[in-house]
């Protein structure tokens, strides 16, 4: 009881003093507004990724180029363990809360975490559970708009 008694005559003597450091106190009591710039345009330019994680339920990192168009659609060069290396096209759709989502070939699922200026961006890739699990994550940084 005494430490809740603490709490509320601290929180008392602060609100007063906010306005003249500059703060707004009704702005300290509500959460942040949710980020509501992002579109499919966010994402465009030439951006260079590395991957690491499971592919086929085996270990596997990969290191690559993706060019967005700002439309959603983009074009990945890859090249794998293994050997493994390619192009494939897939499609994307970024939310307003800067999240996206694409669907690339053979049932891969990519969920990404978008600056709003779109200049980099953490992502998973997933593909549902079954005989050859997929989880491959990393990081994209734009090189060229």
């Avoid at 809740?4 to 009704?26: C, D, I, K, Q, V």
């Avoid at 499971?54 to 990945?76: I, N, Q, T």
């Avoid at 390619?86 to 990519?110: E, H, W």
Wanted: proline content about 8%; glycine content about 12%.
């Amino acid at each position: 009881m005494a430490a809740r008694f603490r709490l509320l005559s601290l929180s008392a003597l602060l609100l007063p003093l906010m306005p003249m450091l500059g703060m707004n106190p009704a702005l300290a009591e509500e959460p942040a507004a949710a980020a509501s710039r992002c579109n499919n345009a966010t994402l465009k330019g030439t951006y260079l990724y590395s991957s690491i994680g499971v592919l086929d339920g085996k270990p596997y990192a990969e290191s690559g180029r993706e060019v967005y168009d700002g439309k959603g659609g983009v074009v990945l060069t890859y090249s794998g363990t293994g050997g493994a290396a390619g192009t494939m096209r897939a499609t994307y759709n970024v939310s307003p809360d800067c999240i996206g989502k694409a669907i690339y070939p053979y049932g891969q699922n990519l969920v990404s975490f978008i600056s709003p200026d779109g200049s980099r961006f953490t992502y998973t890739i997933t593909r549902g559970p079954g005989e050859r699990p997929t989880a491959l994550s990393g990081w994209e940084i734009r090189v060229d708009p």
